[in-house]
């Protein structure tokens, strides 16, 4: 009679224990839900080349990216060229000159399309609002405002990108000029097709961009650098189309000329062709400007529009080589 009851007491006993083992011990489940949430941060990392803490982030896989985007440039694939430097950017390092110089031209020319088509649907809207035809003024309206969108978008993205990964991991004063450039000229581009206090807004912003950009400059740089001087000359071309002062634009673009000239025999050799051709860019818009500028008792209305010298901009963008043999010029074209 009393082995039942011994093997009930003894069960009991033990469920007991059991239970008091599992409820004493409840730092098991919080190490358990981490460990969970770890596994989940890791699959996360293996399938985001982004991620700093990722097994592709690494020397090895930045290079394939680079590489990647050097082949995407020759089969000009520049959107999937642009994804791969945005990889590179990512991994918040400094970028290197040539790494630089490829996330520029991706991004030139994946927006420089956008802005042509622009131009061209701008140009029929003119030509359709002057023959009254409202119905296809409408629908080249609603089509413009996709392409307005699509540029919007590439101009927030490289503007993340700057922000974000790109001047706070610059190391010189190179790096930061040709960031703040960068962010000066795409601001410009929203300017282009913007108006009323967007227009102005995204105006101020390139402004401060390219003033923080231009006192790098003079900190860092000699006024012969091919950097400096894209730098004046898209900044000279954001007072004359922007602002719509052609004063300004001449006045920096001619001091940016001069500067360089007085210093032109400390020109190196390895910069000599891109910056000579710059100074030529910056004399060519002189020439085009100075004829918007009315002298004294001169009617403005008499002076030059401004469109040969806008048609001068975009016909230096066009003449950037597809290829990368002055590879910093395609992205300081306007």
Sequence with gaps: MTHPFLFTFSLSDLLVRFCLLLSSKPPLRVRRKKSEKQQQQQKRDRFDPTS????????????????TAKLAEQAERYEEMVDSMKNVARLDVDLTVEERNLLSVGFKNVIGARRAAWRVLSSIQQKEEARGNEQHVKTIR?????????LSDICNDIMTLIDGHLIPFSTDGESSVFYYKMKGDYYRYLAEFMTGNEKKEVADQSLKAYEAATSAAEADLSPTHPIRLGLALNFSVFYYEIMNSPERACH????????????????SEESYKDSTLILQLLRDNLTLWTSDIPEDGEDPSK???GENAQASATEADRSCPGN??????QFMQN
Excluded: C, H
């Design 52 to 67: 700093p803490s990722s097994p592709m982030a690494s020397q090895k896989d930045r290079e394939s990216f680079v590489y």
């Design 142 to 150: 609603e089509y413009r405002k996709k392409v307005e969108t699509e």
């Design 252 to 267: 920096l673009a001619k001091q940016a000329f001069d500067e360089a000239i007085s210093e032109l025999d400390t020109l």
């Design 303 to 305: 002076s030059g529009t």
């Design 324 to 329: 990368r043999l002055l590879p910093f010029l």
